[in-house]
C-alpha cells in the first residue's frame, strides 16, 4: 500500500505595521555583508506591541548623533507615550468625544513633544513590564467618555498612566547635574535642529508640505526634495558618522526581519552585477497607488556591500535582539530609495 506523504507549509504573515512579535533569530550563515561604515548606537529596544517606533527610531537616532560628540545618555519612549495620551485624551474630551485617542505617528512627532515636553533618561522612567498601550489607549477613551469634567478625566487619567507606565519622575539627574525635562531636552537637542525631509513630485521640490499620511496626526510639514538629491545627502552623512531616521514602507515581500535584509523584489530581474535604477517616477507611482504605505521607522546607522558589492544601509530597529544580526537589518539601495516616506537627520548631517 502507496503512502502519501503530506507537507504542510505554514507562511506567518506579518502585518505591515509599528508595532511587531519579533521572530527567532534567523539560520547562522556565513557573512552576507561586508560594512563599510558603523556608527555608534546605543543598545537594541524592544518597542513590543506598541505603535512607538517613531519614537525609538528618532530617540536612537539622537542618542547615535550625541554619541558622535562624545555624550553618552539613553532617552525615555514611555515618556512621549504618556504626553501624546494625555495630549490626544485632552482634544478627545474637547471634541465632544469624537474620533479616536492613537499613539500612531511618523517621527516629526517625536521632535514636537520633545519641543513641548522635554525629555526624560531611559533608566529613570522606563516600564519593564512593557505596557500594552494599545490597550492602554482604549482605556483612556472609555475614561474620557466616562469623565464630567476635564478635571476628573486628567486627574483620572494621571492615576492610569501611573498605574500602567509607572510614576514621573519631576526631574532628570545625568552625570552628576539636576536637570528640569525641559532643561534636560535643552541640553540634548533644540527645537529645529533636525529636519524633517520628503521626496514627491506632487508638490515643488524646495517648498515643504504636509505630508498626505495618515500617521501625520500632527500635520507636519516636510522639505521636498529630489530623490537622488535626497540620497545622496543621507549617504553622505552616514559616512560622516551622523545619523540618519528612516520612516518606511516594509509590506513589501521582500522585507524580512529575521534574515535581516529588505530588498526589492523585481519581476524582472535585475544583472548581478548592476543595480536597478529606481526613479523619482517610479516613487511617485507607488506612492499614488498605496504601494508604499507609512509602516515603520528605524535608524540608519551604516552602510555596507553585499557580496556582489551592492549598497545597503545599515539599520538599528527596536523589534528586540532577534532576527540574524540580533536587531539590526540591511535595507538595499533600491528599497530606501523606493520605499522611503521620509528622512529625519540634524542639520550638521544635512549640511555636512
Same mark, same amino acid.
Given at each position: ?265 523585481? *519581476?524582472? !530581474?535585475?544583472? &548581478? ?7 523619482? @517616477?517610479? $516613487?511617485? +507611482?507607488? %506612492?499614488?497607488? =498605496? ?16 557580496? *556582489?558589492? !551592492?549598497?545597503? &544601509? ?7 535582539? @532577534?532576527? $540574524?544580526? +540580533?536587531? %539590526?537589518?540591511? =535595507? ?21
Amino acid at each position: 500500500m502507496n503512502k502519501m506523504l503530506s507537507i504542510i507549509v505554514l507562511a506567518v504573515v506579518v502585518l505591515a505595521s509599528c508595532g511587531h512579535r519579533a521572530s527567532k533569530t534567523g539560520k547562522k550563515a556565513g557573512r552576507e555583508f561586508v560594512d563599510e561604515v558603523v556608527i555608534k548606537t546605543t543598545p537594541v529596544k524592544n518597542q513590543g506591541r506598541s505603535p512607538l517606533c517613531w519614537a525609538y527610531a528618532m530617540l536612537a537616532t539622537i542618542e547615535s548623533e550625541r554619541l558622535m560628540m562624545g555624550d553618552s545618555l539613553e532617552l525615555s519612549p514611555d515618556y512621549y507615550a504618556r504626553m501624546l495620551l494625555s495630549d490626544e485624551a485632552r482634544t478627545y474630551f474637547f471634541s465632544r468625544r469624537q474620533g479616536q485617542i492613537s499613539l500612531r505617528g511618523t517621527s516629526s512627532m517625536l521632535l514636537n513633544l520633545l519641543s513641548a515636553y522635554g525629555a526624560q533618561s531611559y533608566t529613570a522612567y522606563h516600564n519593564e513590564r512593557a505596557t500594552n498601550y494599545n490597550v492602554l489607549a482604549r482605556k483612556a477613551r472609555r475614561l474620557a467618555d466616562a469623565s464630567p469634567s476635564l478635571a476628573k478625566m486628567e486627574e483620572r487619567m494621571a492615576r492610569l498612566l501611573d498605574d500602567h507606565i509607572g510614576f514621573l519622575p519631576r526631574r532628570v539627574f545625568m552625570h552628576g547635574a539636576t536637570y528640569t525635562p525641559a532643561q534636560f531636552a535643552e541640553s540634548v537637542c533644540l527645537p529645529g535642529d533636525y529636519l524633517s525631509l520628503t521626496s514627491f513630485t506632487h508638490h515643488p521640490f524646495g517648498k515643504r508640505f504636509v505630508l498626505e499620511v495618515p500617521d501625520n496626526q500632527m500635520r507636519d510639514s516636510f522639505m521636498n526634495v529630489p530623490i537622488d538629491t535626497l540620497m545622496f545627502r543621507v549617504e553622505r552623512a552616514i559616512r560622516r558618522g551622523h545619523p540618519v531616521c528612516w520612516e518606511g514602507d516594509i509590506s513589501e515581500p521582500g522585507f524580512n526581519f529575521g534574515e535581516g535584509r529588505a530588498v526589492v523584489v523585481y *519581476r524582472q !530581474r535585475p544583472p &548581478f552585477n548592476k543595480e536597478q535604477t529606481i526613479t523619482q @517616477a517610479d $516613487r511617485q +507611482r507607488a %506612492f499614488e497607488r =498605496l504601494e508604499t504605505t507609512d509602516d515603520h521607522c528605524m535608524e540608519l546607522c551604516g552602510l555596507a556591500r553585499d557580496r *556582489r558589492g !551592492r549598497k545597503y &544601509f545599515l539599520a538599528k530597529n527596536s523589534w528586540g535582539r @532577534a532576527g $540574524r544580526y +540580533r536587531g %539590526f537589518m540591511y =535595507l538595499s539601495d533600491d528599497y530606501v530609495k523606493l520605499k522611503t516616506i521620509a528622512f529625519y537627520m540634524s542639520k550638521t548631517a544635512w549640511e555636512g
